[in-house]
């Protein structure tokens, strides 16, 4: 494989293509490979990548995008919290429209509560500083790759004393739902494309696992319609092979220790937890809650009346989520759903499997093409 590949050079990805095809002549079966990351989901679906690939390579999308795995539950609570006279909630533009058990923050917000939309968790610790009267709540939303910059405001709010920034985490992990997919027997992983942005932080090291207990191939991938051809290319000859070992193909930024400094502030605020992933349940240890002594800031622990969590009539987005289905398999797809008028999550981000479907792939083949419904 050519590591010096110009990035997004079309004649580079059907070079890759090519040899791709050449080594899914070994496999004499058809293998899929999972990404966990909503940018490499976007990016497969906007350079139509899977039409490339033979029919014996399948991709598809697992839980890799952080608004879609968030359960209705919590954006019942952010909803609960910010009709709360005096609270002000704050949070990434993505979470506004998903649908919660009767609404969304956006009809909350039209009804008169205070949401507000940020672009970081500092802009929302500036309006904490800039409304000492009120309650400024944080929609900790993500993976990894987030939760730094959350963990970076609160040593910011600490440091300058704002005891009104708090947060709702709803961060998780990435690891523990990739150990519950191999596991589950519904699932068929055959080899996994790892998050390069996760990985920047918690190191290639953290998915040695995926190879040492399940005998499953991965690679630690970038961006480009390159990078991830480059990746497909090496799991598919690991798997030609009968090989299983997590490669990093993205070392120009991700080291095998990760980031020291970024984990160290993590850890300063938070601590594992069990939570609950939209489609895959409750996984243990996929979670990070606050430490108790940071409670004065744990959005959590505000007492709110919460209604029984329910999921939009008829949405797929849990089987989407594990890679069960494709997008077009969903009835309401491309009809009653679309990024317009989403019905569940996964429409709503442009990270969701269902949205990157809708915007890219939706004329062009489907799930009936080269390698689709496997
Ligand atoms: S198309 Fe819409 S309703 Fe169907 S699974 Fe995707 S988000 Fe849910």
């Known amino acids: 494989m050519s590591a010096m590949a110009p990035y997004g050079d079309p004649a580079a990805v059907a070079a890759f293509a090519a040899r791709v095809a050449r080594s899914a002549e070994k496999l004499q079966r ?10 490499h989901t976007h990016a497969i679906a906007a350079a139509g990548l899977r039409r490339l690939l033979p029919e014996w390579v399948r991709l598809i999308a697992g839980p890799g995008c952080p608004v879609c ?25 993505d979470l506004m429209r998903v649908p919660s058990s009767g609404g969304s923050l956006e009809r909350v917000r ?18 904490a500083r800039d409304n000492p009267g009120s309650t400024v709540v944080f929609l900790a939303v993500g993976f990894e790759t987030t939760t730094p910059t959350v963990a970076g405001a609160l040593a910011e709010a600490e440091a300058d004393r704002v005891p009104n920034f708090l947060i709702l985490s709803g961060h998780k992990i990435m690891p523990p739902p990739m150990r519950a997919l191999a596991r589950d027997p519904e699932v068929l992983v055959d080899a996994f494309l790892l998050p390069g942005h ?9 998915f040695a696992f995926v190879a040492e207990e399940f005998a499953i191939p991965a690679a630690v991938i970038g961006f480009t319609p390159t990078d991830v051809m480059r990746g497909v290319e090496a799991l598919v000859e690991c798997l030609a092979e009968g090989k299983a070992e997590v490669i990093n193909l993205y070392s120009r930024v991700v080291k095998e220790e990760g980031n020291a400094i970024a984990q160290a502030l993590v850890d300063r605020f938070f601590v594992s ?15 990070l809650a ?8 744990d959005a959590s622990l505000v007492e709110v009346e919460l209604p029984e969590p329910l999921e939009p009539a008829g ?12 997008p077009p398999e969903c009835p309401l797809f491309d009809g009653i759903c679309t990024p317009i008028t989403p019905v569940g999550a996964c429409m709503v981000s442009s990270e969701g499997t ?14 009936d093409g080269p390698g689709g419904g496997g």
Do not use: N
């Not at 058809?30 to 940018?39: D, I, K, Q, S």
């Not at 996760?198 to 290639?204: F, K, P, R, T």
């Not at 606050?290 to 800031?297: I, N």
């Not at 949405?315 to 494709?326: P, S």
């Open 290 to 297: 606050l430490r108790p002594r940071f409670a004065q800031r």
């Open 110 to 127: 039209a009804e008169g509560a205070d949401v507000r939309v940020v672009y970081s968790p500092r802009d929302a610790l500036q309006i």
């Open 69 to 93: 795995v968030t359960p209705v539950g919590y954006v019942d609570r952010a909803e609960a919290l910010a009709r709360i006279p005096g609270t002000i909630v704050t949070t990434f533009g």
């Open 315 to 326: 949405c797929r987005c849990g089987e989407i989520l594990k890679g069960v289905i494709d």
């Open 273 to 287: 937890a069990d939570v609950v992933w939209r489609g895959l349940g409750t996984i243990p240890g996929s979670g």
């Open 198 to 206: 996760v990985s920047v932080i918690v190191g290639s090291r953290a």
């Open 30 to 39: 058809r293998v899929t490979l999972m990404e966990v990351c909503g940018t």
């Open 354 to 367: 269902c949205a990157a479907w809708y915007r890219h792939e939706r004329f062009a083949g489907g799930s």
